[in-house]
């Protein structure tokens, strides 16, 4: 069966770094597209990252651009999130997500086939 494990999340502090990892096993990992979304207390759930079947093309959301980074290791199965000058606006949970049918990447949950279980992840000011 599939699974989609993330690695633990954690308490940091603004400005911190803290990098999730998503293990994920029963499928074909390089033939997903893979996403990250986080949902904060309160809110719905919203994208924050995407990236391509290769690895070759990213897309953000606004509010991560330039401090968080997407990338992928296919021969491990694993979709990283490197996040860079945490706010405590990002508190949430993060989930990873695999994708098989969007052509390139997606920023729109519908497409995603597969979810983790998600992890904590708390930035204190």
């Known amino acids: 069966q599939v699974r989609l494990v993330e690695s633990r999340g954690g308490l940091v502090q603004a400005g911190d770094s803290l990098r999730l990892s998503c293990a994920a096993s029963?499928?074909?990992?390089?033939?997903?597209?893979t996403g990250w979304f986080r949902q904060a207390p309160g809110k719905e759930r919203e994208f924050v990252a995407t990236?391509?079947?290769?690895?070759?093309?990213?897309y953000y959301a606004d509010s991560v651009k330039g401090r968080f980074t997407i990338s992928r290791d296919n021969a491990k199965n694993t979709v990283y999130l490197q996040m860079n000058s945490l706010k405590p606006e990002d508190t949430a949970v993060y989930y990873c997500?695999?994708?098989?049918?969007?052509?390139?990447?997606?920023?729109?949950?519908?497409?995603?086939?597969?979810w983790g279980q998600g992890t904590q992840v708390t930035v204190s000011s």
């Open positions: 990236i391509s079947r290769s690895g070759s093309a990213t």
């Open positions: 029963g499928l074909s990992f390089m033939s997903y597209v």
């Open positions: 997500a695999a994708d098989r049918r969007t052509a390139y990447y997606s920023i729109y949950e519908r497409t995603y086939d597969y």
